[in-house]
């Protein structure tokens, strides 16, 4: 029959092995992997989303809290053990998990697989602003590290191109979507939510702590593009930063 | 006065090494068709709306009252058991298609035992097999066979794991349908003499971790079967497991 003699492509579908019973590490990877994006991670997104809150205040204030960062005990072993490495271990691993998924969003566009898929490209988003922002802030450079009181001016140095501004806007947004949705994951996966309701009402839960980080993270921005501090010095002595809070004359 | 017609576009394909092809039908209309029904008809006079003689197309169906399981496929490109998906329900040309994820053997039928060597990977059986009379089964309470009924209910017909962006060959995931099974036999008091064995399984490469909660199962399930609560419950007991495990160790 003529019909069916039409040249196909050649498809002879392989299917999908069965479990590998208590064979394997990936579930210790995995594990780590969904552990790490709340602790340390969660942890220091919401710690550094409050600090740079402090951006309001002023460019004292703002040099004040990074000083009190600074000041931890072995602040260069904390930030590398706590915060480079759990990021890295998280936004490679997570980029390996994105690519053995099949989206199929277009045949089922069912909410939990928009969330799915959304959960993907936040995270992928959010590590490449992480990476930028922390080569351009960390890495190059004045270093905050001996100069604290420069602080301000530098990040308001780089929120002086609006695509800069833009991509902070954006990446800190992907950032929050992907934690508040990350932690409701989290509770699901690990057995915290079993039910169906619990599920639910712990969706509100993070829905508000999503909007209430993203509020701080784009307060903080307006902290520095806005024109309150539009004159701000390039560097806050340390004399003032130690100074108690007073009138703001120098001491 | 015009007969009202039912049109179908199916997927076809001989065998494995076959090419796939795309055959239209167009039925007379009758009250309270499905899917199968339709293909019956066809199978009775296998001509294709182009009036071409053609094969009766090959599918699995058995109980046709969603009981069985074997009659998922993807109608109008969603995973669906075709005997309750009802002709007057869908939008025509109705597209029938083969499950995705499973080896095909021919037309819409499917190799789905990868379904049936994940079961036997987790043990999911009570085991009560042996050589003289055990007696009676210790007592299940009613709150508790209420728990267990609806995760009873699975029909193996693989929606689940056709609907799962995770179930796929790059990761091998074991699919929602084994770890409610997990659950229920784990549930069972004479089942549960398995419970570390399978929590240890599930642990393994392609076990419960794959899961990304998307949540299609559930919306799939032809069986209302609570799936991403047996998820949440298996990930916690497996978790335990593990460190218990690891701590003893």
Request: contains cysteine; positive net charge; glycine residues 8%.
């Amino acid at each position: 029959m003529a019909t069916i003699q039409q040249p196909a492509a050649h498809t002879v579908r392989r299917g999908v092995q069965p479990l590998r019973a208590g064979e394997g590490n990936s579930y210790v990877w995995h594990k780590l992997h969904s552990l790490l994006g709340i602790i340390p991670i969660g942890a220091f997104l919401i710690e550094h989303l409050i600090s740079n809150f402090q951006a309001l205040g002023g460019p004292v204030a703002y040099g004040k809290t990074v000083e009190f960062l600074n000041s931890l005990p072995m602040v260069h072993v904390l930030e590398w053990v706590f915060i480079f490495i759990p990021i890295l271990y998280h936004g490679i691993y997570g980029l390996y998990i994105w690519l053995r998924g099949k989206s199929n969003v277009v045949y089922y566009p069912w909410s939990g697989n928009w969330l799915y898929l959304t959960q993907r490209y936040t995270g992928i988003i959010a590590f490449a602003f992480i990476i930028q922002h922390v080569i351009m802030e960390r890495f190059m450079g004045v270093s905050l590290h001996d100069h604290p009181g420069a602080a301000f001016y530098k990040m308001q140095q780089t929120l002086a191109n609006p695509w800069m501004v833009a991509i902070y806007v954006i990446g800190m947004l992907a950032a929050c979507w992907h934690f508040s949705y990350g932690v409701w994951l989290f509770a699901a996966k690990w057995g915290i939510t079993p039910g169906t309701r619990s599920r639910r009402r712990f969706g509100f839960v993070c829905v508000a702590g999503g909007v209430l980080l993203a509020v701080l993270g784009l307060g903080s921005i307006w902290a520095f593009v806005g024109p309150k501090y539009a004159n701000a010095p390039q560097n806050v002595p340390i004399s003032y930063l130690n100074a108690p809070a007073h009138t703001g004359a120098p001491v | 006065m015009a007969d009202k017609t039912v049109q179908l576009e199916i997927k076809r394909q001989a065998s494995p090494e076959a090419p796939e092809m795309w055959e239209k039908f167009e039925l007379a209309w009758r009250p309270g068709m499905n899917v199968i029904s339709a293909m019956m008809e066809i199978a009775a006079n296998p001509v294709t709306a182009e009036g071409h003689q053609t094969t009766p197309i090959a599918y699995d169906s058995n109980c046709l009252e969603e009981i069985c399981g074997s009659c998922a496929m993807r109608i109008n490109g969603r995973a669906r058991m075709a005997c309750s998906s009802l002709v007057e329900n869908l939008e025509q040309p109705i597209r029938v298609e083969p499950l995705s994820k499973f080896p095909l053997v021919r037309d819409l039928q499917v190799d789905r035992s990868v379904l049936f060597e994940n079961l036997k990977a987790v043990k999911a059986w009570v085991p009560v097999d042996g050589t003289y009379d055990l007696g009676s089964g210790p007592r299940v309470f009613p709150q508790q066979q209420e728990a267990n009924y609806p995760l009873s209910n699975c029909i193996s017909c693989t929606c689940c794991m056709e609907v799962c962006p995770q179930f796929n060959p790059a990761t091998g995931f074991v699919g929602a349908a084994t770890i409610a099974q997990v659950k229920l036999f784990n549930n069972h008091p004479t089942g549960k003499v398995f419970k570390e064995e399978r929590l240890r399984a599930l642990a393994g490469d392609g076990g419960i971790q794959e899961c990304g909660y998307a949540q299609n199962c559930v919306e799939a399930c032809p069986k209302q079967i609570p799936l991403t609560n047996a998820i949440s419950d298996i990930g916690r007991d497996v978790m335990v497991q593990k460190v218990k495990d690891w701590l003893r160790g």
